[in-house]
């Protein structure tokens, strides 16, 4: 009986192109208004985990008879995360601590146009657009999410240890608005 049920499992796969693989993606995060603070296409591969963004939502209760009725409420949406391979420059997270300055000021608390007004000189928000594009088996590109109005809300801390032997790596947190599947 497992046989016929195993034998349609695999043809489906492999009709289908087969499945998703989790390590087979690729990030892309653009700062919109000042692109010079974006992540490079060619440090794209120095993204090494992230998610396709959830989304939930949440039930908004109204009170009817002394019994809660359950409606459904807005849409929320949890920080996104990235982790990212610190190169030797450390020309991307420089450029993310750059972000953040730019969003609220300066490393002694002082405000001005360049540092802290979060509206930039153009007039344009802070903010950016991240991407996450899952990539298929033959190297093309699949499913696309994109995450807009994104803007760093906390980098980690990157730990320097004698006896730890691999690369050093960081968390970063993005706050957004919605994402879209393109």
């Known amino acids: 009986m497992a046989l016929p049920l195993l034998s349609s ?3 489906k796969l492999a009709n ?3 499945a998703a693989r989790p390590n087979l993606f690729k990030v892309s995060i653009k700062n919109t208004p000042n692109i010079s603070l974006s992540v490079a296409s060619t440090e794209e591969i120095l993204v090494k985990a992230t998610s396709i963004p959830a989304a939930t939502i949440a039930a908004a209760p109204i009170t009817y008879g002394g019994r809660p ?6 849409r929320t949406y949890d920080n996104w995360s990235t982790t990212i391979i610190n190169d030797e ?15 609220s000021g300066a490393l002694d608390g002082t405000r001005n146009a360049k540092a ?3 509206v930039n000189t153009a007039g344009a928000y802070n903010e ?25 809300t906390s980098i980690a801390a990157m730990a320097v240890d004698w006896s730890t032997d691999g690369f050093m790596e960081y968390a ?5 608005d919605t994402w879209t599947h393109n």
């Open 9 to 11: 499992f695999k043809s």
């Open 16 to 18: 289908g192109g087969g």
């Open 69 to 74: 009725l359950k409606y459904a409420g807005f």
């Open 89 to 103: 420059d450390f020309a991307i997270r420089n450029r993310i601590h750059e972000w953040m300055r730019q969003i």
């Open 116 to 118: 802290g007004a979060y």
């Open 128 to 152: 950016g657009v991240g991407t996450v594009t899952q990539v298929n088996k033959d190297g093309s590109s699949g499913q696309s999410y994109t995450i807009n109005n994104i803007w760093p």
């Open 172 to 176: 970063v947190e993005w706050c957004y």
